[in-house]
């Protein structure tokens, strides 16, 4: 049975640990668009970040407050889907009302019955961001085009750009039940279609834009909520600061604890080799050695594979002889 639409938006573009279960030589073909993945990424093109923010999005007096947020409490006007732009200390409230967002009534009008005592989502909180240096600008203009893409004309939406930090990135609100009756979700492959099209938006605007897995690039460090993000970005996270001190005593008694996830971290590093040597072959049959070589070349200099406690005694260990601190003895165990 054909794929959907929805399905092959959703599934990895560049599927690499497919490729080295493939078959013989020869029996698979790279699209254009494949090529061109394969191309940013051994480039090392700037990767998009697409973050749905969890948390508070069932409570209408919370969800108000995000919307003052992002509006930096008047200072900033929030973009609407049908181009009106609010601005004030308000305008939070302006828009609770101009969405009817009022829990109660949806609950019983559209059947949405809490889960697990939980009431349903009001709205999805995204953030789409970009490195630092990146045109603000362009990054508005990508993010108001993917929004009208993905939401126009069936869920309400506001969005704000935030250049108030060193990467800037807009917030986008939408509204969780569509005009229509039909409540979003998202899962990992809506936010893996969410960062590909918000990639594809940037490129329009001149902006060099990937959207790749992370093991596909040789990354192994874990994704954070947004709450240990943002507070490890501010230096505040208690999260962090457990991990990092965790982690210092045990450098300071000479040993370190294997993480058990490094067995699975190996397994997959293991495989997406595999897959993108076999890239590597396929490129090569299609005429592409130019390619094939940038392939092998990054596959050379991938990272070692680092659970997150080894990365964090590595930047303990740095810093100690930033500070000439003799150095650690330590036994991994």
């Not at 930096?72 to 009302?97: F, P, S, V």
């Not at 969410?194 to 605007?205: C, G, K, N, S, T």
């Not at 490129?283 to 594979?305: H, K, N, S, Y």
């Amino acid at each position: 049975m054909p794929k959907t639409l929805l399905e092959l938006r959703s599934s990895p573009l560049l599927d690499i640990v497919s490729h080295g279960r493939g078959g013989p030589k020869g029996n698979i073909r790279l699209s254009a668009d494949q090529i061109a993945a394969i191309d940013r990424t051994v480039r090392r093109v700037p990767e998009v970040m697409v973050k749905v923010l969890p948390k508070d999005s069932n409570n209408l007096r919370s969800v108000g407050c995000h919307l003052n947020y992002i509006g930096r409490y008047g200072k900033l006007e929030l973009e609407t889907d049908d181009g009106e732009r609010i601005q004030g200390k308000d305008a939070g409230q302006r828009l609770l009302e101009d969405w009817d967002l009022d829990l109660e009534k949806h609950r019983k009008e559209m059947g949405l019955a809490s889960v697990s005592g939980r009431a349903p989502k009001l709205v999805h909180k995204i953030m789409l961001s970009m490195q630092p240096g990146t045109p603000a600008k362009g990054v508005l203009e990508a993010a108001r085009n993917f929004a009208r893409d993905e939401f126009a004309l069936k869920h309400r939406y506001a969005l704000v750009l935030h250049t108030d930090e060193p990467h800037p990135h807009v917030h986008l609100v939408v509204k969780a039940v569509s005009e229509q009756g039909v409540r979003l979700h998202t899962t990992p492959a809506t936010l893996r279609a969410w960062r590909r099209e918000f990639a594809r938006h940037l490129r329009d605007q001149g902006i060099a834009a990937n959207a790749t897995e992370r093991a596909v690039r040789g990354e192994t460090r874990t994704n954070k909520t947004d709450g240990i993000y943002r507070a490890t970005l501010r230096g505040e996270s208690s999260h962090t600061l457990a991990r990092i001190e965790s982690v210092g005593a045990e450098l300071l008694k000479g040993t370190l604890r294997i993480d058990p996830s490094k067995v699975t971290l190996m397994q997959t590093r293991k495989e997406v080799v595999r897959g993108w040597y076999a890239a590597s072959e396929i490129l090569i049959a299609a005429g592409q050695p130019e390619l094939a070589a940038e392939v092998r070349r990054f596959v050379d200099e991938l990272p070692p594979v680092q659970s997150d406690r080894e990365l964090i005694a590595a930047g303990l260990v740095q810093r100690a002889r930033q500070l000439h601190v003799p150095p650690l003895q330590t036994t991994v165990r």
